[in-house]
């Protein structure tokens, strides 16, 4: 069974910085693009980064572009978001969603998410 | 950049076709996918490539594009297929993934 487990959220300042982990389990981690995928309170869905499975292809949406640092570690099953420069608007629950294998387009499978929370 | 139009609530009897709907422009040369988020959970697949369902999604689901205007149905709809759902299409103009505002269907 495909699992993402999204962990590291909590309470942070603005300005200050959190580091997300996403890991995977029952499939080959290394063969799939992992995205991070973000959903304020009571708003929609918004995506926020991607990385191939081999880590060597990286796109960032605008709103995170320079702040923000997508990772993984094929060993560890497990991929990363480093987020620097945190504002009121990062507040969101945080999911990690796999790509279909061969495909970039969508989202197959999602995590349970984890809660970021920017306030003073 | 590319938008995507979704209507923000959907209602609709038990047993009866919810229709909900997601216009971009052109979408029909592109590949529309939809999710379900129900209360308290995270998105699950339940169409994608316009049409198609993945293993374990019914048959009451059903997808389809046409012009400028993507459309989920839902037959014989069951008090259990409330939530949001939201339209994503894959696109080269901005951020690539990109998704509709979400419809909230609620089951009268």
């Known amino acids: 069974e495909v699992q993402l487990v999204e962990s590291g959220g909590g309470l942070v300042q603005p300005g200050g910085s959190l580091r997300l982990s996403c890991t995977a389990s029952?499939?080959?981690?290394?063969?799939?693009?992992i995205n991070w995928v973000r959903q304020a309170p009571g708003k929609g869905l918004e995506w926020v980064s991607y990385?191939?499975?081999?880590?060597?292809?990286?796109f960032y949406a605008d709103s995170v572009k320079g702040r923000f640092t997508i990772s993984r570690d094929n060993d560890k099953n497990s991929m990363y978001l480093q987020m620097n420069s945190l504002r009121d608007e990062d507040t969101a629950v945080y999911y990690c969603?796999?790509?279909?294998?061969?495909?970039?387009?969508?989202?197959?499978?999602w995590g349970q998410g984890t809660l970021v929370t920017v306030s003073s | 950049s590319y938008v995507l139009t979704q209507p923000p609530s959907v209602s609709v009897a038990p047993g009866q076709t919810a229709t909900i709907t997601c216009e971009g422009n052109?979408?029909?040369?592109?590949?529309v996918h939809w999710y379900q988020q129900k209360p308290g959970q995270s998105p699950a697949l339940v169409v994608y490539?316009?049409?198609d369902r993945p293993s374990g999604i019914p048959e009451r689901f059903s997808g389809s594009t046409s012009g400028n205007t993507a459309t989920l149905t839902i037959s014989r709809v069951e008090a259990g297929d409330e939530a949001d759902f939201y339209c994503?299409?894959?696109?080269?103009?901005?951020?690539?993934?990109?998704f509709g505002g979400g419809s909230k269907l609620t089951v009268l």
């Open positions: 994503q299409v894959w696109d080269n103009s901005g951020d690539p993934w990109l």
């Open positions: 490539d316009g049409g």
């Open positions: 029952g499939f080959t981690f290394s063969s799939f693009g």
């Open positions: 052109n979408i029909g040369s592109k590949g």
């Open positions: 969603a796999r790509v279909p294998l061969g495909r970039l387009d969508y989202f197959d499978h």
């Open positions: 990385i191939t499975g081999s880590g060597s292809t990286i």
